[in-house]
Nanobody, 124 residues
């Protein structure tokens, strides 16, 4: 059974930074495409970023491009989301997700495994 555990969320002022981590256990981490999603109150879960199995290619939502960076350490079975220049509209619960194919999807329904989420709150 695959387990994903996020950490690193918190409260930060606008313009600040946070680094989220997601530790994955249960199967070979390098066999998963990894993604980050977020969900604000009353809104649907939305794509934030994704990274290929090797870590060579990354993909971002337009709303975070240039501010967020996804990375992975296959030796540590961990994926990261570095978030800089945070804005109040980035406030949401952030989820990491794992997908068992080499295809990079930006839709939540294509991901097989999910973490429990970590709250990120950005004050103005």
């Amino acid at each position: 059974q695959v387990q994903l555990v996020e950490s690193g969320g918190g409260l930060v002022q606008a313009g600040g930074s946070l680094r989220l981590s997601c530790a994955v256990s249960g199967r070979l981490f390098s066999s998963y495409t990894m993604g980050w999603f977020r969900q604000a109150p009353g809104k649907e879960r939305e794509f934030v970023a994704a990274i290929t199995r090797s870590g060579i290619s990354t993909f971002y939502a337009d709303s975070v491009k240039g501010r967020f960076a996804i990375s992975r350490d296959n030796a540590k079975s961990t994926v990261y989301l570095q978030m800089n220049s945070l804005k109040p509209e980035d406030t949401a619960v952030y989820f990491c997700a794992a997908e068992s194919t080499a295809v990079v999807y930006t839709t939540a329904r294509n991901y097989d495994y999910w973490g429990q989420g970590t709250q990120v709150s950005v004050s103005s």
